[in-house]
């Protein structure tokens, strides 16, 4: 069953977002010990990939496999004012939100090592604070259930976007570039590496042949 969409946050581009604020070294490091609070440290850690992670994870792992958590789905939820976009023209990435499922790459992290990576993870995802991290019952391809990591949207923050309408995609898709490139470029590398893996995401692909410039 698809999950209801959430409510549109602005239906105008670019957005009035306010000024941005880094998480300091301190509070990134009291996110991860939160988040690590109940983890063995002995044993190995799951972590579940539905966006960049599946084609740049930058973590070495040890095995990864496709995965389905239930009760979240992916969706362009979150405005990028740094890496893919900048304050004056945003972009988007992409984030779990609640309602229906999402299939990923589920990567397992060695526990030996494992919280030089986090944290070098919670670098590149945390920066803003923009994602609760989530421990999510996830079932494997090959039919093994696991507590796996996963990055969730939280949607009290101004960056949340909701369910945006077709014409906001397109003048971001056309527009915003950011450190690590465009939004364009991020979308379709997603939708290309979950077609690789077996795994095609209907409604993102649709959304990008209904949004890309020149369609």
Known sequence: MNPSPPP???????????????????ELDASLARTLQHHDATQDL?????GSLIWNPGLAVVEATRG???????????????????????????????????????????????????????????????????????TLADGRRVNALAFVIRRDIPAYTGKLPDEVVKRVLRRASGRYGTTLDYV??????????????????????RCSPGA
């Open 8 to 26: 549109s946050r602005t239906a105008s581009y670019p957005p009035q977002l306010g000024e941005a604020r880094l998480l300091t070294a301190e």
């Open 46 to 50: 799951w972590l579940f990939g539905y």
């Open 68 to 138: 389905r958590v239930h009760g979240y789905h992916r969706g362009l939820y979150l405005w990028s004012r740094v890496n893919r976009g900048t304050p004056e023209q945003p972009g988007l990435v992409l984030a779990l939100d609640r309602g229906g499922a999402c299939t990923g790459i589920a990567f397992r992290l060695a526990a030996a090592g494992l919280a030089a990576h986090l944290a070098t993870l919670w670098q590149r995802e945390m920066p803003m604070g923009s994602y609760r991290p989530t421990w999510l019952r996830c």
């Open 188 to 209: 379709s590398h997603t939708v290309q590496a979950l077609r690789a893996s077996g795994m095609p995401d209907h409604a993102l692909e649709a959304l990008l042949a």
